[in-house]
Antibody
């Protein structure tokens, strides 16, 4: 059974940093791209970024709203994906979901339960 | 960037009713269109991929159709457990983009 478990959310002041983790199980983690999608309170879904598998260079792509502030990385030996968030803004307040990206498309076939990040002074 | 316009933003229907949601892309996306269901307080779940293919385990009352710029999601007979917000999402080009969502309620 595929499982994705996020951790690391919490309350953080504007301008500070936070790192989220996504621990995966139930599949060969290194074979898949992984992505982060967020949802502000009461709002819709927004793609944040993703990281390709090592077979495809392990490269990353980001939404314009987070590019230059957020960094996605992965540790295939531990089956963990990370989202490093720097220079946080109040508008980054959201539930952050870790998702698996199936081969052949920029979409999301499995989702974690999400972790809430609140950016507030 | 491709924009996805979903309508209606909310609807109320009776149990057993046929429910239809539409999604329009700002440019041709072929069939690179998915539908997700998000129940209150839960993570989204992939229901339909490539516009019309049902994910394993998804009830057959759910269906999708369309290609190019215009897509339709249908629940053939609404059930109480279908109360949720439904999102379309294109993946023809980066960035992947979601529609604004359709909240489905029981009348």
């Amino acid at each position: 059974e595929v499982q994705l478990v996020e951790s690391g959310g919490g309350l953080v002041q504007p301008g500070r940093s936070l790192r989220l983790s996504c621990t995966a199980s139930g599949f060969t983690f290194g074979d898949y791209a992984m992505s982060w999608v967020r949802q502000a309170p009461g709002k819709g879904l927004e793609w944040v970024g993703f990281i390709r598998s090592k077979a495809y260079g392990g490269t990353t792509e980001y939404a314009a709203s987070v590019k230059g502030r957020f960094t996605i990385s992965r540790d295939d030996s531990k089956s963990i994906a990370y989202l490093q968030m720097n220079s946080l803004k109040t508008e980054d307040t959201a539930v952050y979901y870790c998702t698996r990206v199936p081969r052949g498309g920029y979409y999301f076939d499995y989702w974690g339960q999400g972790t809430l990040v609140t950016v507030s002074s | 960037d491709i924009q996805m316009t979903q309508s209606p933003s909310s609807l109320s229907a009776s149990v057993g009713d046929r429910v239809t949601i539409t999604c329009q892309a700002s440019q041709d996306i072929s069939n690179y269109l998915n539908w997700y269901q998000q129940k209150p307080g839960k993570a989204p779940k992939l229901l339909i991929y490539d516009a019309s293919n049902l994910e394993t385990g998804v009830p057959s009352r759910f269906s999708g159709s369309g290609s190019g710029t215009d897509f339709t999601f249908t629940i053939s007979s609404l059930q109480p457990e279908d109360i949720a917000t439904y999102y379309c999402q294109q993946y023809d080009n980066l960035p992947p983009a979601f529609g604004g969502g359709t909240k489905v309620e029981i009348k």
